[in-house]
């Protein structure tokens, strides 16, 4: 009988990427997909560290899980994911219960370690091993079978902005070749895949050269845009500083590229994005908003946000509003600036809690009140929908428009992979809500 696996998967898409591709990996030494927690051989926490409590967010699932088989054998315990890596052998120190911590660039050695262990042996292994990991995944097919799917083209990250984990816990930039990318995009296509996101740290720092020509994201975009079965490309996290004008031409011609930029700032003031050694000003971001809006005036926004960075004034706050004001983000993540352990930005002093919350609820009111609108707006009007699968009781599709709001609508399970018109009724903060409109002739190709 084949034993059981199942992951719980934080933080980023990266992550959600990783967690299919580990269960792609497992399945060749008899390990199968569950999703019945309780009766599970061996239970996966794929972690994220990038803000406040991610550790203690580990070690309480840990003693979740140990309350649920308290009388039933033990399940092997894995910990992979960015906690994993920054945390290493203190994990196995601290919590006998963990048997596996695994860092994300060396997934690769998964099959290995599962097997050592079974054979009584505890393995942990953090090294960066980005080159072969990628080597060891491009010849196991991706086996996601979802309507819109990830793929990870890019990993780590050079540039080192003072308050961030990342180039520390998934090491030095690294970008898959073209034709690996192409490979898994068609495998990701041949099992239903209508829409694919392309993925990275730095997605768009995204560079592999071969025979002396340099490829970036927009020769990946484009090439994309020949597959007949796919509809929609979207591409995510980027850098301001590698929005370059090649990636932002793409906008003009590519018919298939969503019409929706997410492109962190984390600050409205440069003497805070200088702090940070975030590379780029405000005014760099505007210049690229500007262009973007004079390709296509309907392109939206989303971005992140840093609340009460150490040295934030409350005139860099009114900065950062001030942007907030001016661009209309229609979907944003902001948070307050949480010290990670070996960053630069650990060792600042802190600004007050109080402070820091009602700046966080200031930007976040103004934050929302634009994605309500936004929602709002579309009441009324019909919009295009990729439908991605059923939901709650089985009536309802669930698909997402091209600025990536997600509609919710009565439908029929035939519809899952097209693209359909539905008119908008109604709307909150996250969702919009509507009906399939029955005129065959609306319906978009
Ligand atoms: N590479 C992207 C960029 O540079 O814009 C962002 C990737 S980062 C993994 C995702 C987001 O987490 C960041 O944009 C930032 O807003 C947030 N973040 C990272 N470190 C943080 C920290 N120490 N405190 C609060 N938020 C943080
Ligand atoms: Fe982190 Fe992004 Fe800065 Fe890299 S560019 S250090 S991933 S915030």
Known sequence: MKKKIF??????????????????????????????LKNTDCFVLNTCHIRNKAKEKVYHEVGRIKKIFKKKNKPIMIIVGCVAQAENQEMLKREPYIDIVIGPQSYHKINEALMKFERHKQKEETEFDTISKFKYFDKIENKDNKISAFLTI???????????????????????????????AEMLIKNGAKEITLLGQNVNAYSYIENSKEYRISNLINELEKYSELKRIRYTTSHPKDMTDD??????????????????????????????????????YIKIYEKLKKINSKIEFSSDFIISYPGETNDDFNDTLNLVKKIKFINSYSFIFSPRPGT???????????????????????????????????????????????????????????????????????????????KIESSNQNSLFGKIENNEDMRAA
Do not use: W
């Not at 933080?11 to 569950?34: A, H, L, P």
């Not at 780590?156 to 930039?173: L, Q």
């Not at 962190?264 to 000003?281: A, D, E, F, V, Y």
């Open 7 to 36: 992951i719980k998967t934080f933080g980023c898409q990266m992550n959600e990427y990783d967690s299919n591709r580990i269960y792609d990996s497992v399945k060749k030494i008899g390990f199968q997909k569950t999703n019945d």
């Open 154 to 184: 890019q990993e780590g990250c050079d540039k080192f902005c003072h308050f961030c984990v990342v180039p520390f816990t998934r090491g030095p930039e690294y970008s898959r070749p073209v034709k690996k990318i192409l490979h898994e």
């Open 247 to 284: 990636l932002i031409d793409c906008y003009v011609n590519n018919k298939k590229l969503m019409p929706f930029v997410h492109l962190p700032i984390q600050s409205g003031s440069n003497k805070i994005l200088k702090l940070m050694n975030r590379k780029h000003t405000v005014e760099d």
């Open 344 to 422: 630069k930005a650990a060792e600042l002093k802190l600004i007050d809690n109080e402070t820091s919350k009602k700046r966080l609820n200031e930007i976040q009111k103004h934050l929302f009140s634009y994605q309500i609108n936004k929602n709002r707006f579309f009441e009324g009007k019909s919009v295009e929908v990729l439908v991605e699968n059923k939901i709650y009781d089985q009536s309802k599709l669930f698909g997402r428009n091209k600025f990536n709001n997600s509609v919710i609508f009565l439908g029929d399970k035939s519809d899952i992979g097209k693209i359909i018109k539905v």
